[in-house]
């Protein structure tokens, strides 16, 4: 383990599962910290959801955990509670996102953690927190994004409500839950004291959606004009591709007209002359019905089939190419596959590719955040219990007396099937 990073001598015990936690703990893993994902000996659920290589670890569970080493304890055995309470002693961190009452049925809520170390930051995802009418309800992604007002405000005014490709409830509530932890590990400079972070995934969407509430308190007001839609309730609406901003913007169909030949425009209002003078000369520009925003607003309707017409010659990366030059803020509609192909990605680092035991080649995404004295090296994640004896006695420092009569107690056993 490199000592120059960001997050060198921090270790994490990081018992999250599925996607929410881990996301944020590999976050953490790419910024330096000894990330030590512990998982119950039958391993995390993810490893064997949506296989796509038989027998190997799913991409579901790869792509999340990479920079992290594997240790399996059974915690619902004396002696696997014994393993865990050492690991508590030398780590810094401790990072959960189980179900309600998980912990407290193990025997390890905050209480009990911050007795065993006074110094550690417990970190824990909710779906709702640990109060209030929902916080013994289980929450997955699109549960939080039902309940954090993401999916009434997203799709089309007069479709259903949809889910966001974006995984704002699970990795949008992981990167929340790291600003936290890194929060309460600079407190603990000051105070010596470790405390409990708690991000709860409905409060990260209503976060995120943040916007929206602006729009919620507007329409008290009256009609929001940069809405393509006229008739209001007393809620934010759904939007379809409108700005959302100060500015008009959509997405405009391009050629050759397929599922992603789409470049999004926003047509910001200094460049509306420049704009209209491409598309269509200086008869364009005069055009009363465009002449400034508020008018633009009114009839959006026609100069979205003007931009369409004029998009309808060009491919979107043509397009993107003529508004760049005259500094229009654009972007065309990536699909997946343009992305894995494209050069700036590849030079950002973001979409990198990793050899695995069991797969073989695949890719992970790269790291968001870029440090200029912490550099990234994406490692591939750990096979289940990869590093089990590694973490007993380099961490531990146990002998292997010590590991074989745990072994014998059924500390690293499966517990037995409730069902
Ligand atoms: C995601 C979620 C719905 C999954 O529910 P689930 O599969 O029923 O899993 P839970 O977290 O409720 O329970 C995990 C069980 O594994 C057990 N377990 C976990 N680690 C263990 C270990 N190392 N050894 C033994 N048992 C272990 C727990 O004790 C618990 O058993 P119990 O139900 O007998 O108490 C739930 O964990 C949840 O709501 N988490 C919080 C919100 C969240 O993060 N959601 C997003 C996930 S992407």
């Known amino acids: 383990m490199s000592s120059n990073k960001a997050l060198s001598g921090i270790r994490i015990l990081d018992m999250t599962h599925v996607q929410a936690g881990p996301t944020s703990s590999q976050l953490m893993g790419f910024l330096g910290a000894d990330v030590i994902k512990l998982e119950s000996p039958m391993g995390d659920a993810t490893r064997k959801q949506l296989q796509d290589v038989p027998g190997a670890d799913s991409l579901y569970f790869t792509m999340l955990n990479c920079n992290k080493r594997s240790i399996t304890v059974n915690l619902k055995n004396d002696k696997g509670k014994e393993v865990f309470t050492d690991l508590v002693k030398t780590c810094d961190v401790m990072m959960e996102n189980f179900g309600p009452g998980v912990l407290d049925r193990l025997g390890f809520g905050w209480e009990k953690v911050h007795e065993i170390n006074p110094r550690i930051v417990m970190a824990s995802i909710k779906g709702f927190g640990s109060e209030g009418p929902y916080a013994a309800f289980k929450?997955?992604?699109?549960?939080?994004?039902?309940?954090?007002?993401?999916?009434?405000?997203?799709?089309?005014?007069?479709?259903?409500?949809?889910?966001?490709?974006?995984?704002?409830?699970?990795?949008?509530?992981?990167?929340?839950?790291?600003?936290?932890?890194?929060?309460?590990?600079?407190?603990?400079?000051?105070?010596?004291?470790?405390?409990?972070?708690?991000?709860?995934?409905?409060?990260?969407?209503?976060?995120?959606?943040?916007?929206?509430?602006?729009?919620?308190?507007?329409?008290?007001?009256?009609?929001?004009?940069?809405y393509s839609i006229q008739e209001f309730e007393d809620f934010t609406p759904r939007a379809g591709n409108d700005s959302g901003g100060g500015q008009l913007g959509n997405a405009i169909k391009c050629k050759p007209g397929g599922n992603n030949d789409y470049l999004y425009i926003v047509v910001q209002e200094h460049v509306w002359n420049a704009l209209a003078n491409r598309v269509g000369g200086e008869a364009l520009v005069k055009d009363e019905r465009f002449e400034n925003i508020n008018a633009r607003r009114k009839n959006q309707a026609a100069m979205w089939k003007l931009l369409e017409d004029f998009a309808s010659s060009y491919t979107k990366r043509e397009l993107m190419a003529i508004l760049n030059e005259i500094d229009v803020p654009c972007g065309p509609i990536m699909s997946t596959k343009d992305l894995a192909n494209d050069e700036h990605v590849k030079l950002r680092e973001m979409y990198v590719e990793l050899d695995h035991p069991e797969r073989g080649k695949w890719h992970n995404l790269g790291c968001p955040i870029k440090l200029s004295d912490s550099p990234v090296e994406i490692t591939r994640s750990p096979l289940l219990g990869e590093h089990t004896e590694e973490i007993l006695s380099e961490v531990l420092g146990y002998g292997a007396d010590r590991v074989g009569e745990l072994k014998q107690a059924g500390a690293f056993s499966k517990p037995p099937s409730k069902r």
């Not at 992604?141 to 889910?163: H, I, R, W, Y």
């Not at 969407?205 to 009256?222: A, F, P, S, T, Y």
Request: proline fraction near 5%; hydrophobic fraction near 40%; charge should be negative.
């Open 139 to 226: 929450a997955y992604e699109n549960v939080a994004q039902a309940m954090g007002g993401s999916m009434s405000t997203s799709g089309f005014f007069d479709g259903p409500p949809v889910v966001t490709g974006a995984q704002i409830g699970d990795s949008g509530t992981g990167v929340h839950l790291m600003a936290g932890i890194l929060a309460a590990l600079l407190q603990r400079e000051r105070t010596g004291k470790g405390q409990y972070v708690e991000c709860a995934m409905m409060d990260c969407v209503m976060n995120l959606v943040r916007v929206k509430w602006r729009d919620h308190q507007r329409i008290e007001r009256g009609p929001l004009p940069e």
